[in-house]
């Protein structure tokens, strides 16, 4: 099961932060989009970091 989960977590992150990162490097993106897309990636962040937290110690 581990495993699985492990690919899960691999699985979001090569989407959906890796994804929102990436439009950062168009040179035509307008401010108000880079800005939205930041705030986005800091969601992502939040909720991975909070995963963590709550790993059991070992």
């Keep these: 099961m581990e495993r699985?989960?492990?690919l899960e977590?691999?699985?979001f992150i090569s989407s959906e932060p890796h994804k929102t990162?990436?439009?950062l490097?168009?040179?035509n993106i307008t401010p108000k989009w880079k800005e939205y897309?930041?705030?986005t990636f800091h969601k992502y962040s939040?909720?991975?970091s909070?995963?963590?937290n709550?790993?059991?110690q070992s």
């Design 21 to 23: 990162l990436g439009v």
């Design 9 to 11: 977590w691999m699985n």
């Design 50 to 52: 909070q995963q963590l």
């Design 25 to 27: 490097f168009n040179p």
């Design 54 to 56: 709550d790993l059991p």
């Design 37 to 39: 897309k930041i705030a």
């Design 46 to 48: 939040d909720y991975l």
């Design 4 to 6: 699985y989960r492990l």
